[in-house]
């Protein structure tokens, strides 16, 4: 891995590599463990994000599932053939167990990635060693790298949950060139998220301590999942069971086997139910946050999780 583009950002000078360690020159301190530089505690509000990613730590893989899903998505989240991307430097945000880390470094990027949970750990196992990448534990709102560095910065599946949309966008700005790509997506409102019981499993399970969090969600989707299963081919009964149901059913968008199917659902069950932050923007309210910085030019597009938004600097 390559440490020697860290920085700190209280005293803007470089971190000098230890061997358990980084240190600046006035003695700030990060620990190395495992092989990752943590600049923040695991117990944080994404604690729950780090248990998941290793219980699920290969399930979203194209390279397990055998089916390009995440090459599909982050091929249109870019917004540019994947084969382009060969020997850019892209910042990960928000890496989870790395499924988009195995297609970057597939198309030939060199990556920096990284997350604010445990869950660098399952990265570090799906896709280490490499050599174009760098991987490291670290908040979206305080990136330790240097200015204008990446050429993208990518953050899917994460602003939302972060405690400051804006400040985190403000950070994957700083580090990237003038003239460089920001890609990200953003939960998108919609009145459904408050005529259905999803919010109200939410409200009382993000309260629990993890490991109960998913033994709950767990049960429920070995509940609820044979019900949709049992329903898959009737639209009219899937839409009512959106309604009371606080599963994920991904039947018709994936082609996945039941079994796949089955895992997906405790992936995003336990995912959707255990965010300690939750934040959904209106079309106007994603445009209105992007017009606060001074980008030559962005597009928001309606899909992945809601809205995607490219940015060039």
């Known amino acids: 891995m390559n440490f020697k583009h860290f920085f700190s950002n209280e005293s803007n000078l470089p971190y000098k590599e230890f061997k358990e360690s980084l240190i600046t020159e006035k003695n700030e301190k990060i620990p190395i463990i495992n092989g990752i530089p943590r600049f923040v505690n695991s117990e944080n509000y994404a604690a729950a994000f780090g248990l998941q990613w290793e219980i699920f730590s290969q399930t979203q893989f194209d390279s397990f599932t055998q089916n390009p899903i995440s090459e599909n998505r982050l091929e249109i989240a870019l917004g540019q053939p994947l084969k382009t991307i060969k020997g850019l430097k892209i910042l990960e945000a928000g890496s989870g167990a790395g499924r988009f880390t195995e297609v970057l470094l597939k198309y030939g990027a060199e990556v920096y990635s990284f997350d604010i949970s445990n869950a660098v750990e399952a990265n570090y196992k799906n896709n280490m060693p490499h050599q174009n990448l760098t991987l490291f534990q670290g908040d979206v709102m305080n990136i330790h790298l240097q200015d204008e560095f990446f050429d993208i910065s990518l953050c899917l599946g994460t602003l939302q949950h972060t405690p400051d949309s804006v400040e985190s966008i403000r950070e994957l700005t700083r580090v990237l060139k003038k003239s460089g790509k920001l890609v990200i997506d953003h939960y998108k409102f919609h009145p459904g ?67 796949q199917h089955y895992e997906f659902s405790r992936l995003d069950t336990h995912d959707k139910n255990t965010d300690h932050y939750k934040r959904h923007l209106t079309e106007r309210g994603l445009n209105k946050l992007m017009a606060r910085f001074n980008f030559q030019q962005y597009e928001i597009n309606h899909r992945g999780n809601g809205l995607e938004c490219i940015a060039i600097k």
């Not at 998913?214 to 309604?243: A, E, G, M």
């Open 193 to 259: 998220n408050y005529l259905s019981l999803y919010l109200f499993y939410w409200f009382f399970i993000k309260r629990l301590k993890p490991q109960n969090q998913l033994k709950v969600t767990d049960f429920l989707t070995k509940i609820f999942f044979p019900v949709h299963w049992y329903f898959k081919d009737n639209s009219l009964l899937q839409f009512l069971l959106r309604r009371i149901s606080p599963i994920a059913f991904y039947y018709g968008m994936f082609d996945l086997t039941k079994q």
